[in-house]
């Protein structure tokens, strides 16, 4: 399904799950699926993709035609190019320069004993040269910000960042809803994949494992007789799951799941 250039369909953006009916999905989607499923930088479908998203970030191609109003959506367009770049590449130099720059204004956000907004504003509008403007500016918990900052911010200023996202009511945008303090009350659902998905995100923090183990005992509790885990038939998402190909065995789905979780619990343990 991917088109020449490197991109899949005529849209970059949208995290959502594809329109399998109508055979659509958007670069994004591909990329998060080929990203849970282990394909790397070494992966030619990948490759392709970066390069296609560095000649963007470089100015000498533009990634879609799509644009929304209200914010500034040039920079947020970086954002996105530049967090699946270091999602496959934490390396490459265009990148990490636009990482070093978020991470300045995080720094400036949290440099009291917690969130301020107005330190965050402040801190924004000296380091893009342009006041906050919309929501996607506001709000920086979401999938981007979180995936751009790992490994790029100071010990201190990570933990307080990490207490705010774990603790905020609304959850991580794009990725679950909800307190990530809270686990679902219903394993066997989309929303514990939803979970799961953020538990994964904020693990690639350095001190991501110290912040969740409280979820560690919620895990353990939630496997059956035999060992396993089994988020039930409605988690195959198409994104997260399955990691098989085919989920006819409830054999293959247990073991789909079991991998996918008993991955997370190592981290935490």
């Not at 207490?163 to 809803?177: F, S, W």
Request: net charge neutral; charged share 30%; hydrophobic share 40%.
């Amino acid at each position: 399904m991917q088109n020449p250039d490197g991109i899949w369909g005529s849209q970059f953006h949208t995290l959502s799950m594809p329109d399998r009916r109508r055979g659509l999905i958007t670069t994004e989607q591909a990329l998060r699926r080929l990203k849970i499923l282990g394909f790397t930088i070494g992966d030619e479908p990948v490759r392709r993709a970066v390069d296609c998203m560095l000649a963007c970030l470089r100015g000498e191609r533009k990634i879609d035609s799509y644009w929304e109003k209200g914010h500034d959506w040039a920079l947020f367009t970086r954002l996105m190019l530049c967090t699946w770049v270091r999602e496959f590449d934490t390396e490459e130099p265009l990148a990490l320069d636009f990482a070093r720059r978020w991470a300045r204004v995080i720094e400036g956000a949290f440099a009291g004993g917690g969130y301020d907004f107005a330190a965050y504003s402040e801190a924004y509008t000296a380091e893009f040269n342009s006041p906050i403007r919309g929501g996607r500016e506001r709000d920086f918990v979401d999938f981007y910000h979180v995936s751009l900052l790992r490994g790029m911010l100071t010990e201190d200023t990570e933990s307080k960042f990490l207490d705010y996202i774990v603790n905020k009511p609304e959850g991580i945008y794009y990725i679950c809803d909800g307190p990530v303090s809270v686990p679902p009350k219903e394993f066997a659902s989309r929303e514990t994949v939803r979970y799961l998905s953020a538990m994964e995100l904020l693990l690639g923090y350095r001190l991501g494992p110290g912040k969740l183990r409280f979820a560690a005992d919620w895990l353990r509790e939630n496997r059956d007789a035999g060992g396993l885990w089994d988020l039930g038939p409605k988690a195959a998402d198409r994104v997260h799951l399955p990691l098989s190909d085919s989920w006819r065995r409830k054999g293959s789905r247990q073991a789909d799941c079991t991998y996918w979780v008993g991955s997370i619990l190592a981290r935490l343990t």
